[in-house]
């Protein structure tokens, strides 16, 4: 069955920097396009960067641009995300989802990022 | 960038009773593929989100055929024939047409 697991999350100070892995299992990761979404606490769902299957094309919100890079290591099944120059709004729960038709089909359980003083 | 709007933000059902949920983008949502990528997803209290329905109609595996999508362009809706208790939660649509990619507010479910 497939199954996406989120780690790396943690408290950071504004400014600072954190990296969230997704390893994959359960499919052929080097299929698939991948996505980050994310969700601040009591809010709804935003979306914040993909990539495609292999990696030749990544795209990002507006929020985020130019401080988070998304990659991937095929053999190691893993997505990232590289967050740097943190903002208190970054405060969410952090979800990788793969792709499918543009409809996100699998999901992990997320991994809350707190950024605070 | 497109905007995606829902209505209504809350929605109160009678078990058994249909529901139906409205999503409208800012901008058409038909790709140069041809293809128009809406979707609607669930996420119920303490969950992950999960997938109900892909590329505006396409119900994915496992989802009760209650639910259903439907729409063209602009304007798009989710139907739940018969609202059941295990329903209650928050519906998003999501655009994956264009980048920047976007979610709609979210719709609250809830139970009369």
């Known amino acids: 069955q497939v199954q996406l697991v989120e780690s790396g999350g943690g408290v950071v100070q504004p400014g600072g920097s954190l990296r969230l892995s997704c390893v994959a299992s359960?499919?052929?990761?080097?299929?698939?396009?991948m996505h980050w979404v994310r969700q601040a606490p009591g809010k709804g769902l935003e979306w914040v960067a993909f990539?495609?299957?292999?990696?030749?094309?990544?795209y990002y919100s507006d929020s985020v641009k130019g401080r988070f890079t998304i990659s991937r290591d095929t053999s190691k099944n893993t997505l990232y995300v590289q967050m740097n120059s943190l903002r208190l709004e970054d405060t969410a729960v952090y979800y990788c989802?793969?792709?499918?038709?543009?409809?996100?089909?699998?999901w992990g359980q997320g991994i809350l990022v707190t950024v605070s003083s | 960038d497109i905007v995606m709007t829902q209505t209504p933000l809350s929605s109160p059902v009678t078990l058994g009773q249909p529901a139906s949920i409205s999503c409208r983008s800012s901008?058409?949502?038909?790709?140069?593929?041809?293809?128009?990528?809406l979707s609607w997803l669930q996420q119920r209290p303490g969950q992950p989100p999960r997938l109900l329905i892909y590329?505006?109609?396409d119900r994915f595996s496992g989802v009760p055929d209650r639910f259903s999508g439907s729409g063209a362009g602009t304007d798009f809706t989710l139907k739940i024939s018969r609202v059941e208790a295990e329903d209650v939660g928050v519906y998003y649509c999501?655009?994956?047409?264009?980048?920047?990619?976007?979610f709609g507010q979210g719709t609250k479910l809830e139970i009369k």
């Open positions: 989802a793969k792709d499918a038709w543009g409809g996100l089909d699998y």
């Open positions: 359960g499919f052929t990761f080097s299929n698939y396009g």
């Open positions: 990539i495609r299957s292999d990696g030749s094309d990544k």
């Open positions: 901008q058409s949502l038909v790709h140069s593929d041809g293809n128009t990528y």
């Open positions: 590329k505006i109609s």
């Open positions: 999501m655009q994956a047409t264009q980048s920047p990619y976007s």
